[in-house]
């Protein structure tokens, strides 16, 4: 799966989990850029990705990342 396919996956999640259809899904977003990210919407926007890609990320994994570009990279390891 290419990084622009999963980008593309996951605008659509990112815009249901935020509600927001202006939201631009980039490598350097991080959840201090996004005002309705808190702990329950990471919550959602992770069990969504998993359900969207099939896979289970372990805590230890997802509490490492930084941004979503490292998100993108842990998805494509994992998908």
Known sequence: MTEQEVYARLTGIFHDVFDDAE?????????????????????RLILSVEREFQTRFPVTEIANLRNVGEFVALIRRRA
Do not use: G, I, M, N
């Open 23 to 43: 939201l631009e899904v980039r490598p350097e977003l991080t959840a201090a850029d996004v005002a309705e990210w808190d702990s329950l919407s990471h919550v």
